[in-house]
Every structure is written in structure tokens, then in C-alpha cells.
């Protein structure tokens, strides 16, 4: 179902922002079925968050050259893109591979960037991540206000990646960034929630966009290993599911002369077992 408020006079750019593509199951549904979505949904700018693409931690050469040929404008990550150490060269020479913004200085590649829409519509895409339960660093918060100025100058129109664990902490950003960004989109816990909505002054927010991936395990992996994490306390090597495929989504109108969203639709493609 669309959550909805009334146009703001503009044009409408649609945004269609793709859930963690977690493994070989996330790149088969991305690759099987975008193409179809950016068509069905006159799509005008696409951003997928891929931190989990590879095995289900972090992008490598390989499937970076998968992805790059998709229509994708702009990928985004989290905590698990420096997985895998070929991953930092590739944050330096690829422009539209972010990283969340707030990791302290002097790491590789950027955690924003702005590309025009198919329509010629500059829009400007902020990678955040969240403190509540992951590694410390500098406040999203506090970094989202310090590049604010810097990216709207390049584009009316900002989406944020909101990379983090806790519900309460990716709305209190949607919250924050209320009437500055024209949405804030959680991602991370591979688990989408549902309760799109348009804030009061005009940011479309989504908890957890959710993955897309293998639903026929537990956060997108196979169950022996993760129950026994947890029935035991000792690691364990993490693989993939493959069965239960699906690609979820969100689907994101904005007024491109106020850069506030005037919709917002959550989408879920299913294609059976994937193995």
C-alpha cells in the first residue's frame, strides 16, 4: 500500500531503493527481476544496498563486475563492506560505491555522492550508519547536519541509507532529518518492517527496507550455524540460505522542486527456491 500526502506543485521524480543484496540468491533476484521494476514503475533513479553481496559479506572484483551492469545508480553499504580486503580499492575508483559517511577520516572511498535521475535530476544519496549495538564512531546525526549544506547545494533532492540496528535510532534520523531529505531508509537488519510513512514536513521514512536475498533462513543465512551461535556462544562460519528468494523494496515519489516526498510504497518480489 502507498503511504501518501498531496503534491507540491512539481514534476515527480521516483526513486526505487533496493533492500541488502545478501549472496548469490540477492544478485540472481537483482539481475532476474530490476529491470522489469525500473520499467513497470517508470523508475527514475535506483540505489541498492550491497554490503552483503558476496557470500553475504562484502563486494569483491567479481561481483562488483555483476553489479555495475545493472541499472543501479548509485550502491550503497554498511558495517560489513570492509569484509573483504579487495573492497577498498574499489571504494576509491568507483564513484558510486558508498560507504557510510561517519567512519572516521582517512578510510577509503566516500559516504555520499550525487548523480542525475534519467530525467536530468540531480539527486544526492547520504550513507550513514548507527551506534546503538555496532562499532563507535561519529554520530549520523551530527555528520548528517555537517554535509546537509554541501550535498543540497549539488541537489534538492537527498536519500539516506540509514545502516543500523536499532528501530528506535533510524526513526529518530527520519525524525531529525524531517523537511531536509526526501527519505530515510533503514537498512541492515534484513528484516523489513512496515510502517511507511510521510513525517509531518514532507521526509518519507522506512525502518527496515528489508533484503533481498534468501527468506528461507535466518537473516538470509543457513540455520544450523546461526542457532548454534547461539546455543553455544562460540562463532560460527555463517553461509548463505538459497531457498525463498525475495527482492524487497521501497518505491519513493518526490516533488523534484521541494525534494520532499509525496509517496511512499514498500515493494517484495518473490520467486520461489533459488537453489
Known amino acids: 500500500m502507498y503511504a501518501d500526502k498531496a503534491g507540491l506543485g512539481g514534476g515527480t521524480l521516483r526513486i526505487l531503493f533496493v533492500g541488502d543484496v545478501v549472496g548469490r540468491v540477492g544478485r540472481r533476484l537483482l539481475a532476474d527481476h530490476l529491470r522489469t521494476l525500473v520499467h513497470q514503475h517508470a523508475v527514475d533513479f535506483t540505489v541498492a544496498n550491497v554490503e552483503n553481496a558476496a557470500g553475504g ?22 558495517n560489513h563492506i ?22 572516521p577520516a582517512g578510510n577509503p572511498g566516500r559516504g555520499w555522492c550525487v548523480f542525475k535521475s534519467r530525467a536530468g535530476v540531480p539527486v544526492g544519496v ?18 548528517a547536519d555537517a554535509v546537509l549544506d554541501e550535498i543540497q547545494a549539488q541537489a534538492r533532492v537527498v536519500i539516506v541509507d540509514m545502516h543500523a540496528e536499532a528501530t ?18 533503514g537498512t541492515h537488519t534484513h528484516v523489513p518492517t512496515a510502517d511507511e510513512r510521510i513525517l509531518p514536513r514532507g521526509t518519507a521514512a522506512l525502518t527496515d527496507v528489508g533484503m533481498t536475498g534468501p ?19 562460540t562463532p560460527r562460519a555463517f553461509e548463505p540460505a538459497t531457498r525463498g528468494g525475495a527482492l524487497c523494496a521501497a518505491l519513493i515519489d518526490v516533488d523534484d522542486v521541494s525534494g520532499m516526498a509525496t509517496a511512499i510504497r514498500r515493494l517484495r518480489v518473490e520467486s520461489g527456491d533459488d537453489g
Not at 570492509?82 to 567512519?103: G, H, M, Q, V
Not at 547520504?126 to 555528520?143: A, H, K, Y
Not at 535510532?169 to 525524525?175: H, S
Open 57 to 78: 559479506f562484502g563486494v569483491t572484483d567479481q561481483v562488483w563486475g555483476e553489479l555495475k551492469r545493472l541499472p543501479v545508480d548509485v550502491f550503497t553499504s554498511g
Open 82 to 103: 570492509w569484509d573483504k580486503r579487495e573492497t577498498a580499492a574499489l571504494l576509491d575508483s568507483e564513484p558510486r560505491l558508498l560507504r557510510p559517511a561517519n567512519y
Open 126 to 143: 547520504l550513507n550513514l550508519q548507527g551506534l546503538t549495538f555496532m562499532t563507535p564512531m561519529e554520530s549520523p546525526f551530527r555528520l
Open 168 to 185: 528506535s535510532e533510524k526513526q529518530a534520523l527520519a525524525w531529525h532529518l524531517d523537511g531536509r531529505v526526501a527519505a530515510v531508509l
Open 215 to 233: 527468506y528461507e533462513g535466518i537473516i538470509g543465512f543457513k540455520p544450523k550455524p546461526v542457532l548454534e551461535r547461539f546455543l553455544y556462544a
